[in-house]
């Protein structure tokens, strides 16, 4: 069976995690690179790591890995590819060229898409006598150029969308965190699945819904498409045993053991909704609760998302945060939160070990252990 290069996307500071997962997916070569994680792999690696990988973010598959002097040079080597053997002219595909390192002839990323378009779009017409469309906002095929100087590597996005969209996500707030990060906030936080889990300032349940699948062992892409579905080599027989043998592996007898709470209405009720979406039962409820009022005697691990002061929440909400977590902490509750590393929060109010450096969006956050 053929064998692929592959590179697998993920949140900065999630790295080790995402390799640490891969490793129960495939038994392929798996090394951290900057930005993800590198491993060669065949097709059937290539549908499972898309269905199962909660931390990834886009699976690229390497086509073309060349260097080049200058722009005409650029549109020969793309051009040499057999791009008919990959997209069928019916399809619309899109180009997204990164610029890490600028060659002195080339140093803008539009320029590179559009001499790589024309490329992909005259080989393809002269070897099918139609050309495909181009469409950036919804394409059928994914296509990245990565330009190191006057190294060009070029990759079919295996994804599509990237793969924490899921697909049960229906309501969100401004504030929300994205489902790969939260699986892997949940990963580093080291919980064994046995503990009671506990996200008492839940916002639109990501973390806790994120868990409950982790729980009930629900592969994190069972909802969605993928990009490689639409592919001309596409196996739709293999990809569909994989999805059978995935299903069987589903545990919705398991008695649930996570819990999830908010002092805002509207995001429960958010929630709710979000819930609703799954075709599995996850025998999760969203409770409308103050994080001050939880039991003295019951023990939890603890990972959430608190407001940070930036997007959402104000001093007076903080304090109340504090004070639940004050009591929450004499509970013997374990307790890991992300939050800014410029805020003082951590530092002026409790002992902590930073696990990671992690980006909840543009903002740079310390995912936190906190102790009193």
Not at 83 to 89: L, N
């Amino acid at each position: 069976m053929k064998m692929y290069e592959l590179f697998l996307t993920c949140p900065k500071g999630l790295e080790k995690a995402c390799k640490k997962e891969l490793q129960k997916i495939t038994s392929e070569k798996i090394s951290i690179s900057s930005g993800g994680i590198s491993l060669s792999g065949n097709i059937l690696d290539i549908y499972k790591i898309n269905i199962h990988s909660r931390i990834g973010m886009n699976l690229l598959v390497k086509l073309s890995d060349f260097n080049f002097k200058n722009i005409n040079e650029l549109y020969k080597a793309i051009y040499q590819y057999k791009w008919h053997t990959v997209i069928d002219p019916k399809l619309s595909f899109s180009i997204d060229t990164n610029i890490i390192a600028e060659n002195r002839n080339l140093n803008n990323s539009q320029f590179a898409s559009l001499k790589i378009k024309d490329a992909i779009c005259d080989k393809i017409l002269k070897a099918k006598r139609k050309r495909p469309s181009v469409d950036k906002n919804n394409p059928d095929i994914s296509i990245r150029a990565v330009i190191s100087g006057q190294n060009c590597k070029i990759y079919l996005n295996s994804s599509g969308n990237p793969l924490y969209i899921r697909g049960y996500k229906k309501n969100t707030h401004k504030a929300s965190i994205n489902e790969s990060l939260a699986s892997g906030l949940i990963s580093l936080s080291g919980w064994n699945k046995n503990d009671n889990f506990l996200d008492p300032m839940c916002g639109s349940g990501t973390i806790p819904l994120e868990a409950s699948m982790i729980k009930k062992e629900i592969p994190a892409g069972i909802y969605r498409d993928f990009s490689f579905q639409k592919w001309m080599n596409y196996d739709r027989d293999v990809f569909s045993s994989i999805i059978k043998n995935a299903k069987q592996r589903i545990d919705e007898e398991s008695k649930s053991n996570i819990y999830a709470s908010d002092i805002n209405s509207d995001y429960i009720n958010s929630c709710n909704s979000n819930l609703q979406g799954f075709k599995f039962n996850l025998g999760l409820n969203f409770r409308l609760k103050n994080i001050n009022s939880f039991d003295d005697s019951k023990k939890y691990h603890i990972v959430t998302n608190p407001p940070y002061e930036i997007r959402i929440g104000d001093e007076y909400q903080i304090n109340i945060i504090h004070k639940g977590f004050q009591k929450l902490l004499k509970s013997s509750c374990s307790i890991y939160i992300i939050y800014p590393e410029n805020s003082n929060f951590i530092k002026d109010n409790y002992n902590s070990k930073k696990i990671s450096t992690i980006y909840n969006g543009p903002i740079k956050c310390g995912f936190y252990k906190i102790s009193i």
